[in-house]
């Protein structure tokens, strides 16, 4: 199994940026896959960005060039670095792993984009 933690999330100003982290809770050489998604109210959970044990990374359109996704497989931690957020990124940010050919999500932290 896997524990994910995440932390980060807070009250932002648009323009602004953040940087979340998503604290595994085994060492991140066996997880080969590693994602963001993040939920708004209302609306269905949607994939931010991705990154593979190769680090081969995958972002949404909506957040090309924005956001940075990366993992510190020394510190079993993975990141997501925001900039330039917007109103519309806000939603609740879930870190996801998929080991052993199962999904394993953390419980989320908010991110509200607002002046």
């Known amino acids: 199994q896997v524990q994910l933690v995440e932390s980060g999330g807070g009250l932002v100003q648009p323009g602004g940026s953040l940087r979340l982290s998503c604290a595994a809770s085994?060492?991140?050489?066996?997880?080969?896959?590693l994602a963001w998604h993040r939920q708004a109210p209302g609306k269905p959970r949607e994939l931010v960005a991705s990154i593979g044990s190769g680090d081969s990374t995958n972002y949404a359109d909506s957040v090309k060039g924005r956001f940075t996704i990366s993992r510190d497989n020394a510190k079993n931690t993975l990141y997501l670095q925001m900039n330039g957020l917007k109103p519309e990124d806000t939603a609740v940010y879930f870190c996801?792993?998929?080991?052993?050919?199962?999904?394993?999500w953390g419980q989320g932290t908010q991110v509200t984009v607002s002046s």
């Open positions: 085994r060492s991140m050489f066996s997880i080969r896959f």
């Open positions: 996801r792993a998929i080991y052993n050919y199962q999904n394993y």
